[in-house]
């Protein structure tokens, strides 16, 4: 049973993608061009609490995936093995001929959001133009890779949103599913966590691991009758110029706080300088009020305090809130211990719990026949889940303050930049319309072109450039768009002549259906 | 930034775990034997649903990923790179030599409960015995492998429970995190499903992967003027004996029913048999009611009616729950009905959705100090959270019936087996104690030996073996256990003895805790 590289290429994708291809095969629609587009539509709701904004992520790794993905002889091969109910192959030779020649990734274009950018639902995070079969095989790849890291890049900026200035480390190596946790990792860094403890992943985006001790260091070193104090003094050996210690595993206040600061205290005087102490338990506002206390008094007043603990956004915001009130009536500088705070977050960041997948779909949205274009509509229950039809092009519209005030989506012929006035209509409610005059506001392309005909034109941003990006969207915004608890809904609208389009493409399809019978 | 398998191999694992591995190599317990046991506190809690039982899944790939992984020159130069806050190096070269070559998992012995077994909190899922630094460094990727497709594999169970003698197949591909799909998808076929749309992975676990067409397919047609009718034909053209038609492109009853029948009696005439229809939107049990008295009517009363759209085991439930109050108004006999649904189950399986972490923990149970081991115990606000001390025996307890009753967990030396009377006590709560006569129930010992010192000395059970397994498992347990809602709370116990050494160490380590500072 164990051969997981056939399920890693391109197999690693649904298995209607191939039976519709066959299909196409059989029109003759296969080699045909496609637009498909890809976008979520509505933003993470965590139950509790709900995001304003999404942080785009994960266009890299799947553009490595679609240029490394191909059928060759093992793909075709377990293709062929296939069989239908009555015992016939399912995959026609003359298919798979094709396939294992014409097969790849190599004739698709692709636009997309860069990673690290702010992203609103109904905007194409990717839009992908090529041939029918092979943009539909894609299909299952784009939404899974890009999807999961959009899920957590957001998450991310959402820790980045109520930790403040604190540092966040991710730490959810161990609870996420399986090695997808890499790209969770990725995903985090982008969109808000400074570090990572996944030691291979930290290492690929070029930043270097963190991390402390577990509990178990502190047990053996007591099984050896050395006590939790002589487990400090042996890490504090080990890495005198990074001693952080977790001082939780016996009695956080009554013997972890004090022996840290005896190693500490035995650190200075060897003339080196201790990084701080974890708590992992316990009331964490509370317990960092006073460890911070006893720090203070002991001449330690700048180490770290790191919290984990099943940490989320309202914890920490809560935490924060704690500290604020009630650290003074301690004796401490509320403002002067946060700023010492690092927050370790695990599972609710990598699973991005209450809200566990994004829901990004990638729809038809036009199809070439007889050398046009022509765009396509499917029509669901409201038109707010249609897909928007047609070649188009996403710009978004900053205010004369600099702030983003809204994403338009126009078709592609439109010149939006030359024109007096930008009509902005709701996507679905008919009654709501908007008017721009056009020097009010700065307009901006959001799509770059990535692959041309299968080849990267895009020159990859590293780590840094995509946080700066993302830094920079998110001070565009809105305040109201970036409260943790019921954001202010920021406006996605389409241009007068795409909701026109839009809705005279659903009344012709509402026609034609009933033809059809 | 693309070089994604350095993190895959052995540094999948957490910075700390290396840290901590350099500090037990200065204090030279580095190749002492420790044991480490992994085990969840508790069963998922979904929020408006829990379970009250999990099933064990994800040892075989960790193993396999243990006899891959290694410290190989890129590793260890990658180790040998990084720099504490002075600049100086963060593993010395004493612990990479040492590392480079005994860093493998070659020493450990590994027991555990089989993939596809009922499990329970605090009975470990794997004992982990062997050289403390390596059996450190295995701790996160075996939690990472185990927990997430327990996890999946437990809610797998549930659809399982839900759908009754339905067929469930697994959709989750593109809702789940990147790569960590195909461990969701190989742990949903253990655990409940019958078959999966990962195609890929279903070959890697030979069976065949099952799917239909999506909307898109119907949209080109519509586009090419061939109308929802034209894709139908195109479909069951290329597949004549597997035709399986989605319906809900246009309007499901005006339009996708009538067509698929259309289609059907077409095939029907060229002596072949229809496959099915799917629906996904709208209101199921109602859709499925009305499109099953169509296909009735038409004469094609045996074609499966797939459903699919945000499924879980809730929903399955209510579905079929509404099926037997309503369909008999509409002429329709509901067990023939249910028997021909197909459930087809995506974001919620694969992500968990409102528990999507298994929280599973590793943790020091016993260390070998001067020849001798010495169990280890670390304290914790409530003695439920403090891990169980020693070298232990996990048993299932049989009653008369066969049903199993409560698992035990007593120290290995006990000869629970030979015990006129086993007292079973709670782990936490004093207070409650049973006693079973030995001659009531049937013993059944639950780790598996898979591991000793590297070599694997179990035979690999096939997915079906595993599905058996858990199956006659589930069977066994009380219904009251298995409900869906609320379940009844499954007895895990602890020996008298094993109850006796926990609080006798509890109470020593809290006595050492005020002597240490």
Chains 1, 2 share one sequence.
């Not at 296939?82 to 798979?96: H, I, K, N, S």
């Not at 911070?292 to 305090?305: E, Q, R, Y």
């Amino acid at each position: 049973m164990h051969k997981p590289a056939l399920a890693q290429g391109i197999l690693f994708t649904d298995q209607y993608q191939l039976t519709m291809a066959q299909v196409y095969f059989r029109l003759g629609i296969h080699e045909q061009p496609a637009l498909f587009e890809h976008f979520f539509r509505s933003y993470p709701d965590y139950r509790r609490h709900q995001a304003g904004y999404c942080i785009s992520a994960g266009l890299e790794p799947l553009v490595h995936w679609m240029q490394e993905a191909a059928f060759g002889d093992t793909e075709i091969e377990q293709l062929r093995a296939q069989r239908g109910r009555t015992g016939e192959p399912l995959f026609a030779d003359d298919f798979l001929t094709w396939l294992r020649r014409s097969g790849s990734f190599d004739g698709l274009s692709l636009r997309a959001l860069p990673e690290g950018r702010v992203a609103h639902p109904h905007v194409p995070l990717t839009v992908v133009e090529g041939p029918m079969a092979m943009a539909q095989i894609l299909e299952t790849a784009l939404l899974n890779h890009i999807n999961y890291q959009t899920l957590i890049a957001t998450k991310a900026a959402r820790m980045r949103e109520s930790a403040g200035e604190g540092q966040v480390l991710e730490f959810g190596l161990r609870r996420a599913q399986d090695t997808g946790a890499n790209a969770g990792t990725r995903a985090a860094l982008i969109g808000g966590a400074d570090y990572s403890s996944n030691l291979g992943m930290s290492l690929v985006m070029g930043l270097p691991p963190k991390g402390t001790h577990a509990h178990s260091m502190v047990q053996a070193a007591m099984v050896l009758g050395l006590g939790e104090l002589g487990a400090f003094r042996a890490y504090a050996e080990t890495y005198p110029d990074d001693t952080l210690l977790l001082v939780d595993t016996v009695d956080t206040l009554g013997s972890g706080v004090p022996n840290a600061i005896k190693v500490f205290e035995e650190l200075k005087r060897k003339g080196h300088r201790p990084l701080g102490i974890r708590l992992d338990s316990g009331d964490l506002a509370y317990l960092s009020i006073q460890a911070a206390k006893m720090l203070n008094d002991a001449g330690f007043p700048d180490t770290a305090i790191v919290l984990s603990n099943d940490l989320d956004e309202l914890v920490i915001w809560q935490i924060l809130t704690q500290i604020r009130s009630e650290a003074r009536q301690e004796g401490i500088e509320p403002e002067s211990l946060i700023k010492r705070l690092v927050f370790g977050v695990g599972t609710q960041l990598i699973t991005s719990t209450g809200y566990p997948a994004l829901g990004g779909v990638y729809k038809l949205v036009a199809f070439q026949h007889e050398s046009r274009w022509k765009p396509a509509v499917k029509i669901s229950d409201s038109p707010d889940k249609t897909a928007n039809p047609g070649h188009k092009r996403a710009w978004r519209l900053y205010d004369r303050r600099g702030r983003a005030t809204a994403d338009l989506l126009a078709l592609t012929d439109e010149v939006v930049e030359n024109m007096d006035e930008l009509v902005l209509r709701h996507p679905s409610d008919i009654t709501k319309t908007r008017t721009v005059s056009r020097e009010e506001v700065t307009l901006e392309q959001l799509h770059q072109e990535i692959l041309r005909e299968g080849r990267v034109v895009y020159e990859w941003p590293g780590l840094e450039e995509m946080r700066r990006v993302r830094r920079e969207d998110v001070a565009r915004l809105d305040p109201g768009v970036r409260r943790l608890i019921h954001p202010h809904i920021y406006h996605v609208s389409l241009s007068d002549a795409l909701w026109r389009l839009k809705y005279e493409l659903i009344a012709a399809a509402r026609g034609t259906s009933t033809g059809n019978v």
